[in-house]
């Protein structure tokens, strides 16, 4: 079965500077990786999503996330950190041939500050 | 994207009451998902359901139960509603992309159990 595993559960970041979360994951064959956003209050929005193919993957307000199979990672970055980033940061790992539920991460508070 | 709702998106009520949470989907997608989530907390699978008439429980138990007359609409009921039951409810659809799954998530129903 599939895990993933967020270290960190709170970051804080100044706007304008770069920000890397980090997600690994442990599945025995190539994973199908995902990071997901959520605004307080809101449901979760998908980032981004990598089947296979190129390892750095560009998804959606600016984020892409590479992934690493030699070190099981796949680490969510964004150059430079926006206050309306601040939100909550979900990765989530699907397995073959994808008859089972994604398995989420517990989640990385990202906070922003002045 | 796939378009997911939810009703209500508030709910207050007192102990001991019957309550649906609704959740919808135009797209047209086979699997279900509803989890349960505290706030700022991890997401925890209730139940899901990969089609019509088929139902399931997930990682977490649940005194709730599920229903999947059609595709496109995925009711949880609690029928006798307690403080404990307070929470956020995440309803998600998902369609097949390659040999997994991506997951699309509504914007919650905040429960609340007086």
């Known amino acids: 079965a599939q895990s993933v595993t967020q270290p960190d559960i709170h970051i804080t970041v100044s706007e304008g500077a770069s920000l890397e979360l980090r997600c690994n994951y442990s599945y025995g064959a190539t994973p199908y990786l995902f990071w997901y956003v959520q605004s307080p209050g809101q449901g979760l929005q998908l980032l981004l999503k990598y089947f296979s193919g190129d390892t750095l993957v560009q998804g959606i307000k600016g984020f892409e996330a590479e992934f690493k199979r030699s070190q099981s990672s796949f680490n969510l970055r964004k150059p430079s950190v926006h206050w309306s980033d601040a939100a909550e940061y979900f990765c989530a790992v699907g397995a073959r041939p994808g008859n089972t539920p994604l398995v989420f991460g517990k989640g990385t508070r990202l906070s922003v500050i002045a | 994207e796939a378009d997911i709702y939810q009703t209500p998106r508030y709910l207050v009520i007192g102990t001991g009451k019957k309550i649906t949470l609704e959740c919808s989907q135009t797209m047209g997608h086979d699997k279900m998902y509803w989890y349960q989530q505290d706030p700022g907390m991890e997401l925890h699978l209730i139940h899901y359901?990969?089609?019509?008439?088929?139902?399931e429980k997930g990682d977490l138990s649940s005194e709730s139960t599920v229903s999947r007359i059609r595709t496109e609409h995925f009711p949880l009921t609690l029928e006798s509603a307690r403080p404990s039951h307070t929470s956020q409810y995440l309803c998600?659809?998902?369609?097949?992309?390659?040999?997994?799954?991506?997951?699309?998530f509504g914007p919650g129903t905040r429960l609340t159990v007086l």
């Open positions: 359901s990969y089609g019509v008439n088929s139902t």
């Open positions: 998600a659809s998902s369609e097949p992309t390659g040999a997994t799954d991506t997951q699309y």
